[in-house]
């Protein structure tokens, strides 16, 4: 198993690399100079050249490509242009909220999808089946945002239980999580239970369940000790693959709520043409989507202990 992860963290970081470059030179294709949008309009020559000198923006780009992958390499994301504040600075503030988000919307949403997943499967066919079957088909149709939006219709401007915008002050902390944790809620819940539903019917139809009814054996026993336990390697895999996709799904939540995340950060970078911090922030990103992969992969190792095993013994 150490082995294995040796071999993730290596490879990963050969992807990590590759992404600062793809992210170098495609954030530099997007219209628009980072000393004007900085500075506005009505900046005079003299004072674009002094900003372009202070941020090296006036080096050729090969020179910027070495500075920029030098400093990478020994651990330095540089200084924002935009906040003024070294990159690393900058992330590590925001990065708690879209933390606290994805792996809460995560958590509930497995809890949810679970027993939604395991209620249908045991109800094959009947009436509630069918019903959870159209509503995950329903929300897996939507966009994220669609749903957010819908949210902000309904809990902020109806009811009034979350505020408009998430990041005012004076404004509790749960409001300002309630409403773009229920979107991810909402979103994550319906593949999820998907999947569970689509597991447990397949170990339902396995030797072993048959056997274990013929000894007699209670159904919550089966259902729980057996069928669930062995259903879990689906059940995992898309659990790890949302939370991945959750922290860079984050910018579009984190955008429709003005919710202070990495997610938002990234927008309001590439709006302001920040270099750094769109590189910064989007290394960030991919390394937590890479390390929530590897951590799914080790997970199976627990859930099957013959996967384990197996890799111990390659």
């Not at 005079?44 to 500075?67: C, H, M, S, W």
């Not at 009034?160 to 994550?188: D, R």
């Not at 274990?212 to 659990?239: M, Q």
């Amino acid at each position: 198993m150490i082995k294995y992860i040796a071999q993730r963290l290596l490879m990963s970081a050969v992807t990590i690399v590759g992404v600062f470059v793809a992210v170098f030179f495609v954030i530099r294709l997007i219209p628009g100079d980072p000393a004007l949008s900085m500075l506005g309009a009505d900046a005079t020559d003299a004072q674009i050249a002094v900003y372009r000198e202070k941020f090296g923006l006036n080096e050729p780009l090969p020179v910027q490509f070495g500075l920029a992958l030098k400093g990478f390499v020994s651990g330095d994301l540089g200084d924002s242009i935009s906040l003024r504040e070294p990159v690393a600075r900058a992330v590590a503030s925001r990065l708690p909220y879209t933390a606290e988000l994805s792996l809460l919307g995560i958590a509930i949403g497995l809890s949810i999808a679970v027993a939604l997943g395991i209620a249908a499967a045991t109800r094959r066919g009947k009436w509630l089946d069918v019903a959870l079957i159209s509503l995950s088909t329903l929300g897996m149709s939507m966009p994220t945002f669609f749903v957010g939006i819908w949210v902000l219709m309904i809990f902020a401007r109806g009811l009034g239980v979350i505020p408009v915008i998430g990041n005012v002050a004076g404004v509790p902390h749960w409001k300002s999580l309630l409403g773009p944790l229920l979107t991810m809620v909402l979103g994550e819940t319906s593949m999820m239970m998907r999947t569970t539903r689509s597991a447990m019917l397949e170990i339902f139809d396995e030797d072993f369940i048959r056997t274990a009814r013929a000894k007699g054996l209670g159904e919550r026993a089966i259902l729980y000790r057996h069928a669930l336990g062995n259903a879990l390697i689906p059940i995992v895999t898309i659990a790890g693959y949302n939370l991945a996709t959750a922290f860079g799904g984050a910018i579009v939540l984190e955008s429709v709520f003005t919710r202070n995340g990495i997610g938002k950060l990234l927008i309001d970078a590439i709006n302001a043409r920040d270099y750094p911090l769109v590189q910064g922030t989007t290394i960030v990103i991919a390394s937590l989507m890479i390390l929530v992969n590897i951590m799914t992969d080790v997970a199976y190792g627990f859930v099957d202990p013959r996967i384990r095993v197996a890799g111990d013994a390659g």
